[in-house]
């Protein structure tokens, strides 16, 4: 690399990263260097400090050597031990310094720890749908963005090694790709981060959905949740991106089993393109839908009853938070009728009509921007179908960019935790405090 560059003219220097000295005085040095422009390679080893993650602790998958510490949280075990390697690096260097020592944490943590087994995973539910389709339907190919263990598609990689092809970071590529292979009559599966895929390649997306072909966008890491890697991760445009286009089926499952019949409606039912929007953390709570409950186009279904208000929510994450909500309200004997709306941009209007008609505070929560949503979709249906009149109708979505942090600590900044939802439905200030709620219940009280 250094000399490839230098022929171009450049100043190459090659350092090691991890040195901070040798780091200041190339900055200082190159400085000096006025005539030319200056590249920086700085040689680093990830997981630097923990020996364990330093070295290629990996795992080999079909001939290739994955780095397991790419993603992810450690689990206790492991973030324990490198806790306690670094801590005591840090205090070999504080004897060198003459400087004081900090504490090395004890070896346990604090309280139950949940376990992925404790969880429902929609991808997990994803990834034995498509390795349990493919036994009947020979025509569909999955292509993913070097994030198959992320996307769970590891299973599949290695059921139909010959329908699975790795694209590498280039988003672009792969849409074109399926693209090519649509037009030859397969099923493309399209795999990435949404954020990446919605946005990076929408170019390739808008050109392929004008060929009136049939290609498959899975989604993966939608909407707020995980918050932790900010908002180039934290994917809450997609749905407007995807709903511009007039052949797209934008599809939301709020949990394993529906995601399965969700995956298998885009692959052998739909005739247009479709979008599996699917969250990658693990679900807050396992979504019971109604035991008669029919996965039908532009139709969803109540969770709760209510009949102080309507709210329509979909996806795990925002409708534990719309349960947690009708939960606090139930407390003060506020109904809210929570609907599960896994159909993002097509609604069924009898469905509607007949769902609302007694409703007159109409509630949309979205884990997306407040912009190009499923509250737009509903407000303009209601439009369509002379509903709006005589009720009210309030769009709780992103209206700034979305924080990062934990995600209690996002959903209560932006308002959208099952506590907040309560009071901004309520008028409750703080829905907790006996008194605020004998305060406002009495004073609305008929005299």
């Known amino acids: 690399v250094v000399t490839k560059v230098s022929a171009f003219g450049w100043y190459v220097v090659r350092i090691n990263g991890h040195d901070f000295n040798e780091l200041k005085n190339t900055f200082s040095y190159l400085k000096k260097i006025t005539d030319k422009p200056k ?53 070999k260097l504080a004897d ?10 004890e070896n346990k943590t604090e309280g139950k720890v949940a376990t992925k087994l404790d969880k429902e995973f929609v991808t997990d539910a994803y990834g034995e749908a498509l390795v349990e389709l493919a036994k009947t339907n020979k025509k569909f190919v999955v292509l993913d963005g070097d994030l198959s263990a992320d996307c769970k598609l590891r299973n599949f990689e290695k059921t139909y090694p010959d329908r699975f092809i790795e694209n590498g970071i280039a988003e672009q590529d792969m849409v074109s790709m399926a ?45 707020m949740i995980p918050a932790g890697p900010g908002k180039s991760h934290q994917s809450v445009r997609d749905i407007s991106l995807f709903g511009a286009l007039p052949n797209v089926t ?125 509250g737009d979709r509903i407000l303009n249906a209601l439009v369509e179908i002379g509903e709006i009149s005589g009720k009210e109708f309030t769009n709780f979505g992103l209206r700034e960019y979305p924080e990062c942090g934990t995600p209690l600590e996002v959903l209560e900044y932006h308002r959208l935790d099952g506590k907040s939802l309560a009071e901004r439905i309520s008028g409750v200030k703080d829905i907790e405090s006996a008194d605020a709620i004998k305060q406002k219940y009495t004073a609305d009280a008929p005299q």
């Not at 919605?198 to 899975?218: D, F, L, S």
């Open 39 to 91: 590249m920086i390679i700085a040689d680093t080893i990830k997981g630097r400090g923990v020996s364990f993650m330093e070295k290629p602790l990996t795992e080999t998958f079909q001939g290739k050597t994955l780095y397991k510490w790419h993603s992810g949280a450690p689990d206790d075990e492991s973030y324990i031990k490198g806790l306690n390697e670094l801590s005591e690096s840090i205090n």
């Open 96 to 105: 060198e310094l003459g400087i004081d020592k900090i504490e090395i944490p």
């Open 179 to 223: 693209g090519g292979l649509a037009r030859m009559g397969l099923i493309p599966i399209v795999n990435t981060f949404a954020s990446f895929l919605a946005a990076r390649a929408n170019e390739q997306i808008y050109n392929n959905a004008g060929e009136k072909t049939k290609i498959i966008y899975t989604c993966h890491f939608a909407g």
């Open 250 to 374: 934008i599809i939301q499952p709020c949990n394993a089993e529906e995601t399965k019949w969700a995956t298998d409606y885009c692959i052998n039912i739909a005739e247009e393109n479709c979008v599996l929007r699917l969250v990658i953390g693990p679900s807050p709570e396992r979504i019971q839908l109604p035991s008669d409950y029919k996965f039908k186009v532009g139709v969803g279904a109540a969770l709760t009853e209510g009949s102080d208000a309507m709210l329509f929510g979909y996806g795990p994450v925002m409708l534990h938070e719309a349960l947690v909500a009708a939960d606090y309200l139930k407390k003060i004997g506020f109904g809210l009728k929570v609907i599960t709306m896994p159909w993002l941009n097509k609604i069924d209007l009898s469905w509607l009509k007949e769902i609302i008609k007694d409703q007159k505070r109409i509630f949309v929560l979205e884990d997306h921007s407040a912009i190009g949503g499923l």
